[in-house]
């Protein structure tokens, strides 16, 4: 019942008067709402329950839950919003995926790349958690102001390097020492593609041109930010064959503060399942436009036999059963796209197109 129930002062007073009950002797004045036949045992039992909270009322109960006291860890504050952490979340889950298909192509072999994690957390704690050596790329993010720091797992880097150089990639490939200059220099070119792909990642909220100051093996003589500044760690797992290794971008807050605004907007989650535009097609013809395509012209096609072959001598006629007057087939890359007849032009053999065939495989024959 709620009559039964003690108040702060009389849990105290009761205690006090158990503690001078045991050097006394003497047994104490109950309080006026405990009864006389009650133990001291019971007294004390009931004392703890209700300091506690277990038998308290229900309006006791809530004011204690209202009231948690919750410890806030100064050296770890929360800067970055929900909805940002879930921006860089869907940001970056597209970006991995097209950063995988550009290492595959690189290193002509499947290579996976995953998104882990998106964390904040203090500089001092992101490089005390790194290996000593590492590949430490120090990064310069124009137009945005400060450093960004992109680092590369040895574990993962030296198996790369010798499937560039041509050899197998397997997890022995992992040395404990820094990168040689020929080293770096690969590596240049896996550093590259990543900050392509980001570059292009963080089109919808800034237009980015990240460069590579520095490489450092001891990430803890590069300081970019204070101890205690927040950063934001994007983690990624690369696999290739039976290599596993991992690939971290640390973004300090402050570098990003700025264009804070930008960072929720909605059309970073539809980065990865967005549509082409001109400018895009535009970037795609540009990039195969210096591609050398090889152009065939098929002036005709016969069968003979292998006895007729060996017999064939200069001044021979080989009768086809092509028509004279019929187009010339013309293969691009093995397809046949057009149609044309055949010419001269200043003096050099020439076709001239007549129009486009129809898609079909190439012919084969003698």
């Not at 009650?38 to 039992?45: D, K």
């Not at 570098?255 to 907007?265: A, H, Q, V």
Request: hydrophobic share 40%; aromatic share 4%; proline share 5%.
């Amino acid at each position: 019942m709620a009559d039964d129930a003690l108040s702060r002062n009389e849990v105290e007073d009761l205690l006090r008067s158990m503690d001078s009950d045991e050097k006394k002797k003497k047994p104490p004045a109950p309080p006026k709402s405990v009864k006389n036949s009650a133990s001291a045992g019971e007294m004390e039992a009931k004392a703890d329950a209700l300091l506690s909270g277990a038998n308290a009322p229900p309006a006791v109960k809530s004011a204690a839950q209202r009231h948690r006291v919750v410890a806030y860890d100064f050296k770890r504050p929360e800067r970055v919003g929900k909805e940002q952490m879930r921006a860089f979340q869907s940001l970056h889950e597209g970006f991995a995926r097209n950063f995988g298909a550009s290492l595959s192509a690189l290193l002509r072999t499947i290579v996976e790349a995953k998104l882990i994690s998106v964390d904040q957390l203090t500089y001092s704690e992101f490089v005390y958690s790194l290996e000593i050596p590492t590949c430490f790329n120090l990064l310069k993010p124009m137009p945005l102001e400060g450093n960004w720091i992109l680092d590369i797992s040895p574990a993962l880097l030296y198996p790369i390097i010798d499937r560039m150089l041509g050899g197998a990639a397997s997890p022995e490939s992992a040395l404990k020492r820094p990168l040689s200059e020929i080293e770096i220099r690969l590596t240049a070119r896996i550093t590259a593609a990543f900050l392509r792909d980001l570059a292009s990642a963080w089109s919808n909220a800034v237009e980015l041109k990240v460069e590579v100051e520095r490489i450092e093996s001891n990430p803890q003589l590069v300081q970019i930010v204070p101890p205690n500044e927040v950063v934001i760690l994007v983690s990624f797992e690369l696999t290739m064959g039976k290599t596993r290794g991992m690939v971290n971008l640390c973004i300090p807050f402050n570098t990003i503060e700025r264009i804070g605004s930008k960072l929720t907007n909605n059309s970073w989650i539809g980065y990865a399942s967005s549509r082409s535009t001109e400018a895009s097609q535009g970037q795609i013809t540009n990039l195969i436009g210096e591609a050398m395509t090889e152009v065939v012209v098929t002036l005709a096609r016969s069968t003979l036999r292998a006895t007729d072959l060996l017999g064939l001598q200069v001044g021979d006629i080989v009768s086809t059963e092509k028509d004279i007057r019929e187009p010339l087939d013309v293969e691009v890359q093995g397809v046949v796209k057009f149609h044309a007849k055949a010419g001269a032009l200043k003096g050099r053999k020439a076709i001239e197109l007549l129009g486009v065939a129809e898609s079909r495989e190439p012919k084969t024959g003698a």
